[in-house]
């Protein structure tokens, strides 16, 4: 099969085939789930989050973001490999912009970019798909505004902002985004939204109407304790298998156990 395109997606709307995107910030984790059938791997800039250990994505830098993109596309043959423009890296300049968006399908490997904001990122988001790239949407709740917004709320719960977010995104489709990710936005107000765009949405706590789903590789996995959001559901907990894990090995080393002679090499001429 062979690699999925925005053309792909598309179709797979008007067929009504689901969609299925995660994100991937690894060699490894890439190819696992490039192998697994997914759809869309996204290089998020939430890479900041649960793997840079940053409070939240705002200090995600775009030779961090490159770095971990050119691993991803090493490790996808078939998934559509999108890169997050972080923070300050799309929104001083469209020149700046374009050579930003630019870096990550020359340099980094990937087919699309994508970036936060709704009508008031339209003639950014026209300029850089007049240059050939590839752009995803991203409204709702965004988290590079988290500190505009007060925090990570759900986004479109009046009729005046679900109105907002309806207006973005035929704003954003105009000016020629291929796909939209709608994050914490109440179900209704998603299946509206779908209905209106000609475009695949992939929803992130957005209910079950959108083209498609989001979730974060690590809270599917399970790979943090403590809660999560409302909208994960934890596949697996691998963060307690690991754990148990890990402490096994801790406790054979202490014990003298581990190595046993399976794990040992023999000297030359042993019997």
Known sequence: ?????????????KRGEKITLLTAY???????????????????????NVVLGYENTLPVTMEEMIHHTKAVARGAKRAMVVG????????????????????????A???????????ER?????????TGIPVMGHIGLTPQSVHQLGGYRVQGRSEEAAKKLLEDALA???AGIFSLVLECVPAPVAQMITSKLRIPTLG???????????????????????????????????YDQMLE???????EVRDGVFPGPEHCYDFPGDS
């Not at 099969?1 to 709307?13: D, F, H, N, P, S």
């Not at 706590?205 to 409302?230: E, I, N, S, W």
């Not at 894990?245 to 406790?251: D, G, H, M, N, Q």
């Open 172 to 174: 954003l489709e105009e």
């Open 26 to 48: 690894d060699y490894p984790t890439a190819r696992l789930l490039d192998e697994a059938g997914i759809d869309i791997l996204l290089v998020g800039d939430s890479v900041g």
């Open 109 to 119: 490997g990937a087919q699309a970019v994508k970036l936060e904001g709704g009508k």
């Open 204 to 238: 992130i706590g957005a209910g079950p109407f959108c083209d498609g789903q989001v979730l974060v590789t690590h809270d599917l996995l399970g790979l943090y304790g403590g809660r999560v959001p409302k909208f994960v559901k934890q596949y697996i907990r691998l």
């Open 1 to 13: 099969m062979g690699r999925v395109t925005t053309a792909t997606l598309q179709e797979m709307k």
């Open 245 to 251: 894990a890990v402490r096994s090995f801790r406790e």
């Open 84 to 107: 997050d423009m972080p923070f300050l890296s799309y929104q001083i300049s469209i020149s700046e912009a374009i050579r930003n968006a630019g870096r990550f399908l020359q340099e």
């Open 122 to 130: 339209a003639e950014t988001v026209r300029a850089l798909v007049e």
